[in-house]
Structure formats: structure tokens, C-alpha cells
T-cell receptor
Framework: NAGVMQNPRHLVRRRGQEARLRCSPM?????VYWYRQLPEEGLKFMVYLQKENIIDESGMPKERFSAEFPKEGPSILRIQQVVRGDSAAYFC?????????????FGEGSRLTVL | AQSVTQLDSQVPVFEEAPVELRCNYS??????LFWYVQYPNQGLQLLLK??????LVKGINGFEAEFNKSQTSFHLRKPSVHISDTAEYFCAVKDTNAGKSTFGDGTTLTVKP
């Protein structure tokens, strides 16, 4: 399967724990985007990364959230000291370039539940 | 910056009836426009996109959309829906010279028998 791979699909954490969500983009794609979908809401942009660089993090909460996309390996969205309000589906998408047609290819999401 | 407004949060419709899902956007720069579909517990899939040229674009599963620059709209239509079209539909806009896409809040299409 050459699509966008996210894991874990489901993650349960207690308040105060850390959550790490991983995303492997489609083969040949070097641009990764993270979106959050709260229950009954739309997708909200969080961060856009290229290999080893954060291009746009305007949608990331200032505290507890961080993202990286190392030269080797998947992109990781990290949430420290989770709170109940972090419960959501986190979607990763990838694209071949930023200036192309812009079509995004999405993974199936990681659903975080904070108890 | 761009924004997207999907005018209907829920659209119930009977099978084989036509449907229109409305989308308006605002942007100060040139944009590309997209419609994505999300089935329960899945990621989003591209239905269709407008890049340039003909304002009527056709997508998968019999859907089409019309770009109206003067009204800044990109409404999605299907002449006859099926039960299997029940899903969440998202309109999105992307600056032609930047990376991220901005999504609307989604429209839940429910097709009833």
C-alpha cells in the first residue's frame, strides 16, 4: 500500500500523559500536513512540514504540541500532558509539492481519546 | 488568508433525487478549489478539483461542481444520489502559491431510501 500511513489508528491516554502520532507520506511526497478534526466539526489546519523543516505552524497550539519530519522516518505529531480537549481525530496528508495542484492525499487518521 | 463557508451543515435527501452542496470562499489571491468526501471512520478522498479553464468540473462517482468567480462559489452537484453517497463532504481552497489547504466545516449528506 503506497498510500499515506498513520499509526496508531486509535490511541487512549490519561490526562497528563504524552501522545505520539506518526505519519508516513505517500512514496515520492515530501510535504506533510497535519489537521485536527474535533467531534462534529471540520478539519482545522495545524502544521505543514517539509523534510527537516516546519514551513507553517500557524494552526498549532503554542504549548504542548510539536511536530517534526526528520530526514529519515515518519513525521511525528507530539502532544505533551494531554487534556480531555485534545480528544479528536488527527489526520495527516501529503502532497508531492506545495506549488503544484495542491491535491492532498490523506491517511485514515489517528483517533485520540483522553480519559 | 483564505476562508471557506459551507452553507449547509446537514442535507437530507431521498435516493435518486438531485442534490447540491453549497460552498463559498474568500481569498485575496488566486486559488485552487477542491471537494473531498469522508466516509465514516476514514480519511478524506478527493472528489474533484478546479485548477483553471472550464468552470464546470467533473469528478468521481457522478459528482460535478461549478466554479463561479463573481460569486466566489464552488457548489457541488449530483443529479441522482445513491444510498452509498451518504458521507461528509468538505470544500477546500488553496492558494496557488502556498502550501496548506483551508477546509470548510463540512456538510453531512444523508441519503434516505
Amino acid at each position: 500500500n503506497a498510500g499515506v500511513m498513520q499509526n496508531p489508528r486509535h490511541l487512549v491516554r490519561r490526562r497528563g500523559q504524552e501522545a505520539r502520532l506518526r505519519c508516513s507520506p505517500m512514496k515520492g511526497h515530501s510535504h506533510v500536513y497535519w489537521y485536527r478534526q474535533l467531534p462534529e466539526e471540520g478539519l482545522k489546519f495545524m502544521v505543514y512540514l517539509q523534510k527537516e523543516n516546519i514551513i507553517d505552524e500557524s494552526g498549532m497550539p503554542k504549548e504542548r504540541f510539536s511536530a517534526e519530519f526528520p530526514k529519515e522516518g515518519p513525521s511525528i505529531l507530539r502532544i505533551q500532558q494531554v487534556v480531555r480537549g485534545d480528544s479528536a481525530a488527527y489526520f495527516c496528508a501529503s502532497s508531492q509539492s506545495a506549488l503544484g495542484t495542491g491535491e492532498l492525499f490523506f491517511g485514515e487518521g489517528s483517533r485520540l481519546t483522553v480519559l | 488568508a483564505q476562508s471557506v463557508t459551507q452553507l449547509d451543515s446537514q442535507v437530507p435527501v431521498f435516493e435518486e433525487a438531485p442534490v447540491e452542496l453549497r460552498c463559498n470562499y474568500s481569498s485575496s489571491v488566486s486559488v485552487y478549489l477542491f471537494w473531498y468526501v469522508q466516509y465514516p471512520n476514514q480519511g478524506l478522498q478527493l472528489l474533484l478539483k478546479y485548477l483553471s479553464g472550464s468552470t464546470l468540473v467533473k469528478g468521481i462517482n457522478g459528482f460535478e461542481a461549478e466554479f463561479n468567480k463573481s460569486q466566489t462559489s464552488f457548489h457541488l452537484r449530483k443529479p441522482s444520489v445513491h444510498i452509498s453517497d451518504t458521507a461528509e463532504y468538505f470544500c477546500a481552497v488553496k492558494d496557488t502559491n502556498a502550501g496548506k489547504s483551508t477546509f470548510g466545516d463540512g456538510t453531512t449528506l444523508t441519503v434516505k431510501p
